[in-house]
């Protein structure tokens, strides 16, 4: 399979007072396949949140090489990158991020019309999604009438509304309880597995670390000051 990802050396630090500089990690090197399903592990703290960041094209404050696609994404204008991470890249947080104002089909549909799709197609592709994920006859009512389970399976959907080649999930688990997370992620996976996405996400979860075709582990240690 062809990368759809690889680092090379990348190094995330933060300046501090007195010349010191605190690093997050220093010669990273990641090598993420089309269509897999990659786990990063590691304790709270340990710079998951910043390398997926990264990975999103949220955070752009770094050293060494970042190849998306086959392009080095140095070498991309701001702009265009906005524009490949709206189109190309789907995110899932620990905390949903749904809007409250918004029914659970709105706050699907939102992404897409973002990227100027047609309000009656996205519609469509989002009653699919929820039909898929056990939620469509809930579409209209608002995430705060749903259980924790179901703002989450609404929060998946909404980052898959766009066919993104790349899921980012940053602890998507963290806020469930533990027969909750099950059902989520196990459920999450067959549908990543089916659909031909890759999928990286972080969690403290042994557990479900193994679940993916391939695992990388932060350690506290490389966090570091100079």
Excluded: W
């Amino acid at each position: 399979m062809n990368n759809l990802i690889q680092t090379k050396n990348l190094k995330k630090k933060f300046n501090l007072s007195n010349n010191k500089e605190l690093i997050i990690f220093d010669n990273l090197n990641l090598n993420i396949a089309n269509n897999s399903i990659t786990s990063i592990v590691g304790p709270s703290g340990c710079g998951k949140s910043t390398l997926l960041n990264i990975l999103g094209f949220l955070d752009s404050d770094f050293l060494g090489d970042y190849i998306f696609a086959g392009n080095k994404i140095q070498n991309i204008n701001e702009n265009i990158l906005s524009n490949i991470r709206n189109q190309k890249i789907g995110f899932i947080h620990q905390f949903f991020h749904l809007i409250p104002e918004l029914s659970v089909l709105e706050n699907i549909i939102l992404p897409g019309l973002i990227n100027n799709n047609k309000e009656s197609l996205i519609s469509k592709e989002a009653s699919i999604l929820l039909d898929c994920f056990e939620m469509f006859e809930k579409k209209n009512i608002k995430p705060n009438k749903l259980s924790g389970g179901e703002q989450q399976r609404v929060a998946i959907a909404r980052s898959l509304i766009n066919r993104p080649n790349l899921i980012l999930a940053d602890e998507m688990t963290g806020n469930l309880d533990e027969k909750t997370a099950d059902e989520i992620i196990i459920f999450f996976l067959k549908f990543i597995e089916k659909h031909n996405t890759a999928l990286i996400f972080a969690t403290h979860n042994s557990k479900y670390a193994k679940m993916a075709n391939a695992q990388y582990e932060l350690k506290s240690k490389n966090l570091r000051i100079k």
